[in-house]
């Protein structure tokens, strides 16, 4: 695991960034997965700069959404969908095309689902998995659990993830309890994996995935244990483990 502690969280977003175009650069066509939530806004607001004053060209990248809740349509303001087409899609120039996400609307969810890793095999699989973490260690929404699941599959989002992403509701009981998730096979089988985290609310399970030397269900986070190119980049704020 490469470990990167940056200042602040306007560095971590440049850092990050940096590194999300050095490979678009690198590989124009390049397959990438990109989770949502709040660390991931200035790393994209970054790109967007990127493209609009550096010419950062997005026009054959392939991007995936990690997950999406279920049953929020694209139309729905905190779809995931929509998250990526208001903060990236919109403002760069992808193929619309080139876009994926779990069709979360489909009647057999379970197809849906296995439709979505036929669709990331027939990419030739993920060159760069960008991911947050949430404050019980889920990756993806596989969150903390006795088994998890390899394939992407339909999750219950946890009592902790619902309250902690009951902030872009209105009310918590607007907060979705399924998401459609990249298992944590999938994320394994990413070839490049950067974790974002930013701010004290992420120290302690920051400080777990930095000292952990085991791997467990209960703790999805430490699966990233067994990957060979994992980079993790946090803010001071975020390296600063709370007791
Ligand atoms: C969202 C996702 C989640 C988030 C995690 C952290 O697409 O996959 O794993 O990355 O819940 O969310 P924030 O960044 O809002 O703290």
């Not at 946890?158 to 009310?171: K, L």
């Amino acid at each position: 695991m490469h470990v990167f502690i940056k200042k602040d969280y306007q560095e971590l977003s440049r850092a990050a960034a940096a590194m999300v175009a050095a490979a678009i650069r690198e590989r124009p066509d390049l397959v990438a997965a990109l989770p949502t939530g709040g660390t991931p806004v200035g790393m994209l607001r970054e790109l967007v700069r990127l493209h609009q004053t550096e010419g950062l060209d997005f026009s054959k990248a392939r991007i995936l959404n990690i997950d999406e809740y279920v049953p929020l349509g694209p139309d729905h303001p905190q779809s995931y969908y929509r998250y990526l087409q208001e903060f990236l899609y919109q403002n760069v120039n992808i193929n619309q095309t080139n876009t994926f996400v779990p069709d979360v609307r489909a009647a057999d969810l379970q197809a849906a689902c296995a439709a979505y890793d036929q669709r990331i095999a027939g990419l030739g699989g993920i060159d760069l998995m960008v991911l947050g973490i949430g404050g019980d260690g889920h990756i993806g929404f596989n969150e903390p659990a006795a088994e998890l699941s390899a394939d992407t599959h339909v999750a219950d989002l946890s009592a902790e993830t619902i309250r902690d992403n009951s902030r872009f509701f209105e009310t918590v009981a607007e907060v979705p309890r399924q998401a459609a998730t990249m298992g944590v096979g999938v994320i394994l089988q990413a070839r490049k994996i950067l974790l974002l985290a930013s701010g004290r609310s992420k120290g302690a399970v920051i400080n777990r995935l930095l000292t952990q030397r085991t791997v467990t269900p209960h703790f999805p986070a430490s699966l990233l244990l067994l990957h060979r190119d994992v980079t993790v980049m946090v803010d001071e704020a975020a390296a600063a483990a709370e007791i």
